[in-house]
């Protein structure tokens, strides 16, 4: 068979997100809608990075397991399909600790701590000891996930590209070592805008201003009549902008095109008021969340589905990562008995 009748291997696509308990409508906006799409296109992996949860919160593992199960049935409703992409839990796959211990031997401690996310995470984050060595380590761990699955691309949001690019690096100081073994993969970064928190903060579950995937009809009202708007906006009769709007960021994802051209137009002369204007994204909101609500249903009485789900994508991620390991074994000659190199007379 000559090699062109050989269908081209997929590209591949991996991409890890850490388990925060519940998935919010800034995490479906940002990665997961992409991931959706990217299933259909490209060999995926998409995993939830717990060890990597636990270089952060390694005092209190306490809800572990329930944020992992909450995430992953967040994930299924949204429309992640375990039949497109390989879906799996990183600590399900052990080889990724094997991968992280070699990849550190060769990682200089310098570019670790000039990561910019190491030097902010130190600074900003009080109430935790980041000063261990495991988050030191975090990006060469995240460089274990990435190079297992020779990953072509990575989607990920724009704080993560220096770890992509450390990633690069540490590639190829390892393929110039032992050997090409992996490709050097690229960030694909996620075009969709950042969607503001209810009070026009970064949405996250710490501030309290976010909207979650499972949050009932009734609490998404609530959250939006308290959303913020335009603050020149003080009266009714006051013209708005629009631009500056958190709910009118949301009407661009959730409304259709004529209602948010209609928005733009109203807002600004006045013609629509802001709480007939939540009303109405509301409407859209829940509209747009109502089948992947529905879904999540399903998944709500059986537990032990989305654990299954995990599994066997783990035992499917697993076979990948041990056909790497091999041969990152081979290469730096961790095989034992291994080839017996022939020593110049
Ligand atoms: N660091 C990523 C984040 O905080 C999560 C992550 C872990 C990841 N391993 C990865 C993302 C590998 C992409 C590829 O969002």
């Not at 600790?97 to 900003?124: D, M, N």
Request: aromatic share 8%; net charge neutral; with cysteine.
């Amino acid at each position: 068979m000559d090699s062109q009748s050989q269908p081209p291997r997929r590209q591949r696509v991996l991409s890890g997100l850490r388990p925060t308990g519940n998935v919010h409508i800034g995490h479906l906006a940002g990665a997961l809608e992409n991931w959706i799409e990217l299933q259909k296109k490209f060999e995926c992996y998409f995993f939830i990075a717990d060890w990597h949860a636990l270089t952060t919160h390694y005092a209190d593992t306490k809800n572990l397991q329930n944020d992992i199960r909450e995430n992953v049935k967040d994930y299924l409703a949204a429309g992640l399909d375990p039949e497109q992409a390989v879906l799996f839990l990183q600590s399900r796959v052990p080889e990724h600790a094997e991968l992280h211990l070699l990849l550190s031997l060769i990682t200089p401690l310098g570019w670790l701590e000039r990561v910019p996310t190491y030097k902010e995470q130190r600074e900003q984050i009080r109430d935790k000891d980041l000063g261990t060595y495991g988050f030191l380590g975090y990006p060469v761990l995240q460089s274990a996930d990435i190079l297992m699955y020779k990953a072509d691309y990575v989607p990920v949001g724009e704080d993560q590209v220096a770890h992509i690019e450390l990633t690069r690096e540490i590639c190829r100081r390892f393929n110039s070592f032992y050997g090409s073994v992996f490709p050097e993969p690229q960030a694909m970064l996620t075009s969709a805008a950042r969607l503001p928190g209810t009070d026009g903060r970064k949405m996250s579950k710490s501030y309290g201003n976010a909207i979650y995937l499972g949050d009932p009809e009734a609490a998404i009202r609530e959250k939006v009549s308290n959303m913020l708007t335009d603050p020149a906006r003080k009266r009714r009769s006051d013209p708005g902008n629009p631009d500056i709007c958190p709910v009118f960021a949301y009407h661009k994802l959730f409304s259709p095109a004529a209602t948010v051209e209609m928005v733009n137009v109203e807002c600004r002369r006045a013609g629509i008021g802001c709480v007939e204007d939540k009303k109405l994204m509301t409407a859209n909101l829940v509209q747009a969340l109502a089948p992947i609500q529905e879904r999540r249903r399903q998944y709500e009485n059986r537990p032990q589905d989305v654990w299954n789900v995990l599994e066997e994508g783990s035992h499917k991620a697993k076979q990948t990562a041990e056909a790497t390991m091999e041969q990152v074994r081979a290469g730096m000659n961790l095989k034992p008995g291994g080839t017996e190199k022939k020593t110049a007379e």
